[in-house]
């Protein structure tokens, strides 16, 4: 009896013993967490006082301005099904405002035909100076129109535009080209760089004069903006204004006239240009002027370009009506 009271009496205090250390480990170890919480707060209250950057505010004055001369819908229903164009390929660009006024299909590549050289244009007078004689190399065998010119005439830059922009000869693109610095590959290299450094992305030349070629290809949108930069230039936005010419050297003489049709006969009408082969169809870039305001349309695979034009303009002033917003 006095053996078994001895048994319960060490099994009490061994239990005993177990709890109470385990009491201690718990409040050491809690101890031990709040110490390297408290230290932890104190690091960060230490970095967020002298190292974390400082919220700072600060005042700014938005001062907002009128739009002016932006083009709005007259009625909140467009009547597009009352204009039917036969072009493959339509943009329409208000210049002011650079808002869209139609497309249709305006980033489908297709072939540009004479349009091309509004871009041989700009990389011309990007490498010649305008009173600059080039002499023709060889004599004139490209299709479609040309001048005629014969194995060493003598040309200025001025009358080589003047004959491309405004007759669209294709020998005096060819003119131009050839008379590069580095020789023709180098110039249609100029083309294409001066395509890229305008952001055209799906506009590739392969020659000077627009003709059908695989990889000759443009959209309607970025003939629009190879245009818009034609425009920039006071000698070629003139030049394609023109509705006639002469042009004249020591034993030849040229008269140019516009193949644009619309010069003349829609008022406002300043340019640009036109185009045609057997795959691009009827191409046409216009630049109008009309009640201040400028737009530019560009119509590719047209069948009939002029009326496709006429029509558009008719629509857009029908449709659209100029606001300060």
Not at 92 to 109: F, G, H, I, M, R
Not at 168 to 188: C, E, K, P, T
Not at 260 to 284: H, S, Y
């Amino acid at each position: 009896m006095h053996l078994a009271q001895l048994q319960r009496s060490n099994l009490k205090n061994w239990v005993l013993d177990w709890l109470s250390f385990c009491y201690n480990e718990l409040v050491r170890k809690t101890l031990v967490l709040l110490l390297v919480v408290l230290f932890g707060s104190l690091l960060g209250s230490v970095y967020v006082w002298f190292f974390y950057p400082q919220k700072t505010e600060q005042e700014f004055v938005v001062e907002l301005f009128p739009l002016e001369n932006i083009p709005v819908f007259k009625s909140s229903a467009l009547a597009y099904e009352d204009l039917i164009l036969s072009a493959t390929a339509v943009y329409a660009l208000d210049l002011s405002s650079e808002t869209v006024l139609y497309e249709k299909n305006s980033q489908t590549p297709l072939y540009p035909a004479s349009t091309s050289k509004m871009m041989t244009a700009l990389v011309a007078v990007d490498s010649f100076a305008l009173d600059q004689t080039l002499r023709a190399n060889h004599e004139a065998t490209v299709s479609g129109n040309k001048l005629g010119v014969k194995e060493g005439q003598l040309l200025t830059v001025q009358d080589l535009l003047a004959a491309m922009l405004i007759f669209s000869a294709n020998d005096s693109a060819y003119v131009l080209a050839d008379n590069d610095q580095l020789g023709f590959s180098n110039f249609i290299q100029k083309m294409n760089n001066k395509a890229l450094e305008l952001g055209l992305l799906q506009t590739h030349f392969a020659n000077p004069a627009g003709l059908d070629e695989e990889e000759q290809k443009t959209t309607a949108r970025d003939l629009t903006i190879i245009a818009k930069e034609l425009l920039k230039n006071e000698q070629l936005k003139k030049l394609v204004a023109m509705p006639y010419q002469r042009i004249e050297g020591s034993d030849w003489s040229y008269d140019l006239y516009n193949s644009n049709q619309l010069i003349g006969q829609i008022q406002g009408v300043m340019g640009v240009k036109t185009g045609t082969t057997e795959l691009a169809g009827e191409v046409l870039v216009a630049f109008l002027e009309k009640d201040n305001h400028q737009i530019l349309l560009t119509l590719m695979g047209s069948q009939d370009r002029y009326q496709d034009a006429s029509q558009l303009i008719a629509w857009i002033f029908n449709n659209y009506e100029w606001k300060t917003l």
